[in-house]
Nanobody, 125 residues
Framework: QVQLVESGGGLVQPGGSLRLSCAASGFTLPKYSISWFRQAPGKRREGVSCISSSTGTTYYADSVKGRFTISSDNAKGTVYLQMNSLKPEDTAVYYC??????????????????WGQGTRVTVSS
């Protein structure tokens, strides 16, 4: 079965950087869309970024575009989220997720079928 394990979260100052990792097993990465979502206390979960394995296209929420970069290493079965120029409003629990129904385009920022347990990111001076 699909298993997703996030790591790399922590405390960072505004303007700093973090790289999140998602170790995936139970499926072949090129077949699916892989996404990063985040949720802050009292707020709804939102899609941050995703990558379409079928096309290689990447998608980003407007709030992180130009600061975050998603990438994947199929040989290692790992997906990364490089986060630069972090802001306090980026504070949240970050989850990696898999969409397995073959949805295309921006759908991977809104829907997913499998979820990791999350890793916490805190941006504070």
């Amino acid at each position: 079965q699909v298993q997703l394990v996030e790591s790399g979260g922590g405390l960072v100052q505004p303007g700093g950087s973090l790289r999140l990792s998602c170790a995936a097993s139970g499926f072949t990465l090129p077949k699916y869309s892989i996404s990063w979502f985040r949720q802050a206390p009292g707020k709804r979960r939102e899609g941050v970024s995703c990558i379409s394995s079928s096309t290689g296209t990447t998608y980003y929420a407007d709030s992180v575009k130009g600061r975050f970069t998603i990438s994947s290493d199929n040989a290692k079965g790992t997906v990364y989220l490089q986060m630069n120029s972090l802001k306090p409003e980026d504070t949240a629990v970050y989850y990696c997720a898999v969409e397995s129904r073959g949805l295309t385009g921006w759908a991977c920022l809104y829907e997913a079928d499998y979820w990791g347990q999350g890793t916490r990111v805190t941006v504070s001076s």
